[in-house]
């Protein structure tokens, strides 16, 4: 069986190309406006600095402007409320982007629920999460939602699979899991505590990893002719799936790098952009 390889990469760069004309047509629309994602930093974790720096660029490449907001990793919970306050004030702030994790001393849920609901473009808050869970229009949380997109973009029919999600993680797990279920597929959400879990990915049509520790789903344990989104990335490039063995006998998966990765931030930059069109 040859496995269709679900390239995020090329799939972003065509996103890309028709966010840039969206947005051109928007600095046409509102001369005097700029559409702007504000991205936060809390810290200098260097892989968080990378995704920021990543984010930034895929701003430029679409004509958005992008903000950076930089605090120490001692920052306190109340000196980040205060700046995303002063970014949900900002009329030209289309877009508020808190990177994660944030220090272990700052109330990380308090953050992100902060962040007003129009501006919500990674789809963080509680109550972007419960709007979507009701079927609402709300922006999905950045990662799985890209993960959505790439599915529908090559069509894989999810209504009535068996999905397996291993993770259940308020940006990842949790959403994915909701958002499938919403697209009519039968879902099982995994976490630290499930028992037997080989068995239960054994029966997964689609089997999403999302675990946060590399190649930590074996190869063994997924069927044959099942598709295989790996959400992890771990440097120089593994996922949480061992994707060795399993890409000459699944149906479908996302390499890693070059699958989710460029779909999240795609993502991200497709909200802010639909957001900034919402301006009067
Ligand atoms: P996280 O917050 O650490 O969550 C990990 C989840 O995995 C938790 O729900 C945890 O269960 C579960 N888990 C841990 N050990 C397990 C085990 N032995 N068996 C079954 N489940 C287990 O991680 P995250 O933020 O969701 O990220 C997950 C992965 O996605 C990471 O590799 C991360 O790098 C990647 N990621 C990628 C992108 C991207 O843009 N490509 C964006 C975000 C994250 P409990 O709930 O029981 O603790």
Redesign the pocket.
Known sequence: MSAIILDGKTLSKEIEAQLAERVKKLKEKLPGRTPTLATILVGDDPASMTYVKMKGNACQRVGLQSQKVELSGTATTEQLLKKIEELNDLPDVAGILLQHPVPKQINERLCFDAISLQKDVDGVTTQGFGRLAMGEKAYGSA?PQGILTLLKHYQIPLAGMRAVV????P???KPMAMMLMNANATVTV?????QN?PDIVRQGDLVVG????PKFIQASWIKDGAVVVD????PPGVG?IDLEGVTERCSAYTPVPGG??PM?IVTLISQTVEAAEQWK
């Open positions: 990662t291993v993770g259940r993680s940006i990842l797990g995994c976490h630290s505590k499930t879990l999302a675990v946060g520790k959400a992890g990335y771990h949480d989710v990765g999240t």
